[in-house]
């Protein structure tokens, strides 16, 4: 598992990435109730806000860690936003993306270099 300064996670199978919000970021947004996952085939940029997350304090957007193209939204969200703050890091993940570039993976941090950005917050 990868993660990003904005507090995206990623997870790579093969040649698809399966992408969700850090526990921390699902913390710190409290109750989610509203998550808007992208469509299948949409591509996207390393970057892109591709996914929005709305909870009781706050919107924001999910920005893709990699660049690809969307194989599958995680629809159960729709109906199960607390999805997000139960198993952020798990079940409540947002898309899987067919990575075009594997390397750009190589650019995120691993869980040990994640936890040190977190205590510089």
Not at 35 to 59: H, M
């Amino acid at each position: 598992m990868r993660f990003t300064k904005d507090h995206e996670w990623v997870r790579l199978e093969g040649d698809v990435a399966t992408v969700g919000i850090s526990k921390h970021a699902a913390e710190a947004l409290g109750d989610v109730v509203f998550v808007e996952t992208p469509e299948a085939g949409r591509s996207v940029s390393k970057g892109d806000s591709f996914a929005v997350v709305e909870s009781v304090k706050a919107a924001s957007d999910v920005y893709a860690p990699v660049a690809g193209e969307v194989v599958e939204g995680n629809a159960a969200l729709a109906n199960a936003p607390e999805t997000v703050n139960a198993d952020p890091e798990g079940e409540g993940w947002f898309a899987k993306i067919k990575v075009s570039d594997a390397s750009q993976l190589d650019e995120l941090m691993d869980r040990a270099a994640y936890d040190q950005y977190l205590a510089t917050l």
